[in-house]
Every structure is written in structure tokens, then in C-alpha cells.
């Protein structure tokens, strides 16, 4: 039965939020000798999603002393914060579009929170209905408190028996302490059973850096040339803890069989690297770049644990030949051309290589007697983890005409991407689960990028400058398996919201990764999706798995960005433009909740539809049909911005006022609410603000 309201619930958890940014420096010299910069900063700015809040205090000094007639010299950066988080409880956003309409905010009593809630015949929370958003939001405080440091200090030291000799000493610090606390109440509806949330963790990071070369530069007059060495090693160590306490109800009673999440990496893991550059440059004309170095983790077995990353590039200066030198027209032409492979360890779980025990979650126990405990599990591994590198090739051409008031780049490229970390499904029996980390698959793009400068008026009161780029990029899949299996069907990857496990994108060797498999809807007459109709595509008379297909990607084939700035006298004003074309979304809130079960659920509540029911008239869910692939192409303006330059107004005092809006508008044909999620699937994101910017400079 409907109820008698007609509530915005999104315009309940939302709202116009403000901040504020604060910026103070000053610099000088201390005694006339010791060179300084000191500067502090306070932010306080809350989320569009009520009760969002993040303030930040900053502090920083650099100073920069030089000895022995400037022939050392030291940098020293010292930057502490302090961030305070208010985190909103974004299952709010989803609520917010689910929760039944004609139902009040409140219910005029005190029970959970005073907010109207779906409850059973008891009075108790229907355990799989959807929540009061408002209450959500009001009901739960989860807040955290961060210090961090970071710190360096670099020496760089001409050396007095060789000219153009250097080294170079940087030894550097972050550390960061975090502590915080969720709690939900015990009268709030999402933790009513289980009388309230007071969980509090904690968390610190203790990363150390060093780097160490030498460089030698030298122009050599005999072959008209000019070298450039270098050669160092680099150190970098990483230790995490945290701890969060074991799951504890609204009073800060231990709920039963309830075990700490005690996480700890002692020293974490340590980077060690090696390397070495060689440039070589002939008569301001050809030049010749070497690079080679060597990286080894801790994240790998012995066996692994290094990879070797060489580069190399060629560049011909052709504006510096004769034919060209006096050009007035032509002034850049350069030909250039690089090799390199790059290697990647990120992202990888700590020493995924080793045999590990863990606890087993609370589903997962064990019963002595009366009593229940967790057991402890052997977790996944490969102990033959490994880089991935990723190999470039690519050719340009930079050119500029008329004093570079034409100027741009056209550049071609190939990447490759081999051993290609990532989590696979795995034969059952083969290791300790179903799915590894592993090394599996190569990837190829192959692509080019346009970019085109130029300045359209130049004077003495007026400038613009304009500026666009465009990018075409296709990659594939080339290997996804060790062994070859006919019947290997891809990696099944893209996760959605509805039934249990369900996946809407496939990797498949020989086509973009994450592309959409899904089925071929068929239309009626009047093009409407008929429920539960899809195309027999192999003809074999049954509609099944294999019939899914693969139909568009998220990820775009072309890129464009435009950029200008217009300067006249004092006032100048400019805007930032991008695009992209050809990217699909998977429209998981209208797959998800277009549709008449979604309304009127089976147990007995009633909830909010999205208005793609009206399109469709399904009855029940369809997440596998190619109806919900939406062309997500679209033109946003990130930037639009003003400035006026007052100048001095006071004796030592100058003044500059900015305005700018961010986000400003998109074109777009995508009728969710924003063409550009990562992963190509839309369900309930946070929204993205448009925001204004009023900005005061006072240099005195």
C-alpha cells in the first residue's frame, strides 16, 4: 500500500556545500645568508552527501643553504599535516534512489533514530528491506584523525677535481599515524539485531627513501659535442600496521566470536634499484639517450625478485641544419624515436609468493562443545609472482612555425604489456582457491596523439592562446593463459549489483579487455525490449551461455582535449574541454531496478523504480541484455576560469583576483548520471560536484 507522502529522498541527503582554503607563505633569507620558505594552510570543506567533512592544517619549511662558494648545496623540506575526516555513510546515495517515495522522513517516534523505517509483523527492521537514507546518514559517526610528515634533505655537491662533476644525496621520510572510530547506534535500523557498532582502528606508515648518483655533463669542443652521465642507486623501504579492534556493539560489548583484524608487514617490503643514463648530443643536432636500470623487491622469491628496464632514444634536430637554420618560418622541426620497457610491482598483495595461514571469518567456525572458533586456513599463493614490464615504441615528430606561434607534436606508439598481473579464476583443486594473483595475459595498444598549439593574436594588450590534442588508442588482449584451452571461454571480470556473483564483462585473447558479454536483445514493433527474448546466435535452438556475445567496451577509442586562454590588459579568462568517443556504460541502476520486482518486492515492502520501467515493462530482471549497453561518449568542460591582475595596490602590496567553475557543463547522449565511471559500469556513485571558486592573492 502506498503511504500518503511524496518525498525527495535525494534532496534529503543532499545539499550545497561550502569550503574554505587558506594559504599563508613568506619567504626571505635568514641573516641575509640562510634562504627560507615557510607557509601554512587550513582547509575545511564539507561533502555534497550531508555530514561529509574534511579539514586539513599544514605546515611546511624549505631551506636552502649553500657552501664552500655555492659549490654544495643543501635543500631541506619539512611538511606536516593534520587531517580530520567526518566519512558520510555513502550506502545513503543508493537508498536514496530505492527508498519508497510516499513514505514520511520521520515516524513521530523515537524508535530507530525517530526516522520511518519498513519493519516485520514484530516491530523489527525487515532484515532485507532498504533503509531510511536520512537515517543512514544521521545515525552513524565515523570519523578518523591523520598526522603525517614528510620530509627530505638533498646535497648536491660540485666536485673540485673534475668539472661538471656532481653528486647528488637525497634521504627523505613519510610517516603517517591514523586512529579512528565508527560508531552506529543501537536505535539505528541497519544495526538494530545487533545492538549498534563502536569499532575503533588504527593504522600507521613508516616509508624511508635514498638516492645516490653521481652526474658528469661536458661539452667537448674538439667533435663539437656534449655528454651527459649518470649513474646511481636508489633505496626505498615500506612498513605498514593497522589494527582494527574485534567487532564491538554500541555499549563496547565484544559481539560473540568476534576476533581482531590485526594486519602487520615488518619491514613491509623493500625496493633497491640501479641505474645508469648516457646522453650524447652532436653539434646541437643528433642526439642519443641510454638508459638501464635494475629493481628488485622484496614483493618477489629470490628467483624473481629483480627485473632489468632498459630505454634508448634518438633525436635529430632538423631546424639545426643549414638548410633550415635561417628558416623565418619554420622554427622547430625535430625527429625523434624511443624503445623502453618499464616494469610494475604495484597493487601486488604483501609476499603473495609465501605459504600463509589466516583466520578464518566468523561464517567459517569450528564448534568444541558449546563453544565456536575460528580456525586458521591456508591462503592462496604463486610462488613464481613475477614483474610485469611494459614495452613502448614510439616515433614523433615536434614541429613550430613563425616563432613557435604554430607549434605541435604528432607521435605514434605501440605498448606492450607482458605477465600482466591480475586476479583469474583458477581450477578448483589447484591451489587454496578459486581465484590467484598471478601473472597471466599480454596486452597491445597501438595508437596516436595529435597535439596543436597555437597563438591566434599576440599584441601588446591581448593574447590567446589556444591548444588541442587527439588521441586514438585501441588496445588487446594477446595471451591470457600459460596453457592453451580450446574451450577457454575468457576471464569473467565486472562485477553489478543483482543476484549473487553476477559478472558483465569478459577478457578474451584477441579483443579489448572488459569488453560487455552479453545477450542480443530482440524488439517489438514498436522497439521496445520484449522480457526474456534474445537472438539464438549459434542457432542451436536453445538460448544459454552461449549465446552471449561480445558487444562495445568502456574504454574510449578516441580522446580530445581543447584548451584557451585570452589575457586583455589585466583581465584574462580561459577554459579546459575534454572528450571522449566512442566509451559504453553498462546501465547497472536501470538493469538493476527498471523493472516491476524491484517495486513491489516479493517480501513485502514496497520500493522506488527508476523511470526506465516506463521504456521497458519488464516484470523481472534482464542483467544480460545488451539493452542496458549505453553509448557513454561525451564532452565535458572541467574548467572555466577568470582572473583580474590588480596589480600594486599599496606600496609592496599586489593583488590578483580568480574566479572558476569546475565541472561546469557536459554534452552527452548517456542518460545516467555520469558518462565517465571507471569500469564502465554505473550503479550508485558519488555524484560529482560542480564547484565555484572565488580565490584572493595578496603578495606583500
Given at each position: ?128 528491506s ?10 552513524r ?33 613519510d ?8 560508531i552506529?547506534s ?15 582502528y ?17 661539452n ?65 643536432k ?8 635494475t ?22 634536430q632538423i ?31 604483501f ?92 596486452i ?21 592562446e ?14 591470457l ?126 520500493a522506488?523504480?527508476?523511470r ?18 549505453k ?18 595596490i ?51
Amino acid at each position: 500500500m502506498l503511504g500518503k507522502e511524496s518525498t525527495d529522498w535525494q534532496d534529503e541527503i543532499y545539499r550545497n556545500a561550502f569550503a574554505q582554503d587558506l594559504n599563508l607563505s613568506a619567504s626571505g633569507a635568514i641573516g641575509g645568508k640562510l634562504p627560507f620558505r615557510l607557509s601554512g594552510g587550513y582547509l575545511n570543506q564539507d561533502g555534497i552527501l550531508k555530514t561529509g567533512n574534511f579539514q586539513r592544517m599544514t605546515g611546511a619549511l624549505n631551506l636552502s643553504p649553500s657552501f664552500f662558494n655555492n659549490k654544495l648545496k643543501v635543500d631541506v623540506n619539512l611538511k606536516g599535516t593534520r587531517t580530520t575526516n567526518f566519512f558520510a555513510n555513502e550506502g545513503a546515495i543508493g537508498n536514496a534512489v530505492t527508498f519508497d517515495p510516499t513514505r514520511p522522513v520521520f515516524s513521530g517516534n523515537k524508535r530507530y533514530g525517530g526516522y520511518w523505517e519498513w519493519t516485520d509483523p514484530d516491530g523489527l527492521p525487515t532484515q532485507l528491506s532498504n533503509r531510511n537514507p536520512l537515517g543512514l546518514l544521521n545515525n552513524r559517526e565515523n570519523t578518523s584523525e591523520v598526522f603525517r610528515s614528510i620530509g627530505n634533505i638533498q646535497f648536491d655537491y660540485q666536485l673540485p677535481f673534475l668539472k661538471g662533476l656532481r653528486a647528488n644525496l637525497n634521504l627523505g621520510y613519510d610517516v603517517s599515524r591514523g586512529s579512528g572510530i565508527n560508531i552506529v547506534s543501537d536505535s539505528a535500523a541497519d544495526t538494530y539485531r545487533r545492538q549498534g557498532v563502536r569499532n575503533p582502528y588504527y593504522e600507521s606508515r613508516n616509508n624511508k627513501l635514498m638516492d645516490f648518483y653521481f652526474n658528469y655533463a661536458a661539452n667537448i669542443k674538439a667533435l663539437n659535442s656534449r655528454i651527459d652521465v649518470t649513474a646511481g642507486t636508489g633505496y626505498q623501504d615500506f612498513e605498514f600496521y593497522s589494527f582494527n579492534n574485534p567487532d564491538k556493539r554500541f555499549n563496547g560489548d565484544t559481539v560473540p566470536g568476534s576476533n581482531p583484524n590485526f594486519i602487520s608487514q615488518a619491514p613491509g617490503y623493500t625496493l633497491i634499484s640501479y641505474y645508469g643514463r648516457f646522453v650524447y648530443t652532436l653539434a646541437n643536432k643528433y642526439t642519443v639517450t641510454l638508459n638501464a636500470r635494475t629493481d628488485g623487491t622484496s614483493k618477489f622469491s629470490k628467483n624473481n625478485r629483480w627485473g632489468f628496464f632498459p630505454s634508448a632514444a634518438v633525436a635529430w634536430q632538423i631546424n639545426e641544419e643549414n638548410f633550415l637554420k635561417n628558416s623565418r618560418v619554420v622554427s622547430n622541426l625535430k625527429l625523434r624515436a624511443g624503445y623502453g620497457v618499464t616494469g610494475q610491482q604495484d597493487g601486488i598483495p604483501f609476499y603473495g609468493f609465501i605459504p600463509v595461514y589466516g583466520l578464518s571469518n566468523n561464517q567459517a567456525q569450528y564448534q568444541f562443545g558449546n563453544s565456536f572458533v575460528n580456525m586458521l586456513r591456508p591462503g592462496a599463493y604463486d610462488a613464481n609472482l613475477r614483474w610485469e614490464t611494459t614495452t613502448n615504441i614510439n616515433a614523433a615528430i615536434d614541429f613550430g612555425f613563425m616563432d613557435n606561434r604554430i607549434n605541435g607534436t604528432v607521435e605514434g606508439f605501440m605498448r606492450t604489456t607482458q605477465d600482466l598481473l591480475s586476479t583469474v579464476p583458477i581450477p578448483a583443486g589447484s591451489n587454496f582457491t578459486n581465484q590467484l594473483f598471478t601473472n597471466v595475459g599480454n596486452i597491445e595498444s597501438k595508437g596516436f596523439e595529435i597535439t596543436l598549439n597555437a597563438v591566434p593574436v599576440k599584441t601588446k594588450n591581448v593574447e590567446w592562446e589556444i591548444g588541442a590534442n587527439f588521441t586514438y588508442v585501441v588496445p588487446k588482449i594477446t595471451k591470457l593463459l600459460v596453457n592453451e584451452d580450446p574451450n577457454f571461454t575468457g576471464v569473467a571480470v565486472g562485477g553489478i549489483s543483482g543476484g549473487t556473483g553476477n559478472t558483465i564483462q569478459r577478457h578474451i585473447v584477441g579483443e579489448r579487455p572488459a569488453s560487455f558479454y552479453v545477450y542480443k536483445q530482440i524488439y517489438d514493433a514498436n522497439n521496445k525490449p520484449i522480457e526474456g527474448l534474445y537472438e539464438d546466435l549459434n542457432r542451436d535452438g536453445i538460448i544459454n551461455e552461449k549465446d552471449l556475445y561480445l558487444f562495445q567496451n568502456p574504454e574510449a577509442r578516441y580522446f580530445v582535449g581543447i584548451t584557451s586562454n585570452v589575457t586583455v590588459k589585466r583581465f584574462s579568462a580561459g577554459f579546459v574541454m575534454r572528450g571522449s568517443i566512442g566509451n559504453y556504460m553498462y546501465d547497472n541502476l536501470n538493469s538493476n531496478m527498471g523493472v516491476l520486482r524491484q517495486i513491489v518486492n516479493p517480501l513485502g515492502f514496497l520500493a522506488n523504480g527508476s523511470r526506465d520501467y516506463l521504456n521497458t515493462n519488464f516484470v523481472n530482471n534482464q542483467y544480460f541484455s545488451d539493452y542496458y549497453v549505453k553509448n557513454a561518449s561525451f564532452l565535458r568542460m572541467d574548467n572555466i576560469n577568470f582572473g583580474y591582475d590588480a596589480g600594486e595596490i599599496a606600496k609592496n602590496v599586489r593583488l590578483r583576483i580568480t574566479a572558476n567553475v569546475q565541472n561546469a557543463f557536459i554534452i552527452t547522449k548517456y542518460g545516467g548520471l555520469d558518462p565517465e565511471i571507471s569500469g564502465g559500469i554505473d550503479n550508485t556513485i558519488y555524484p560529482r560536484p560542480r564547484t565555484y571558486v572565488l580565490g584572493v592573492n595578496l603578495d606583500f
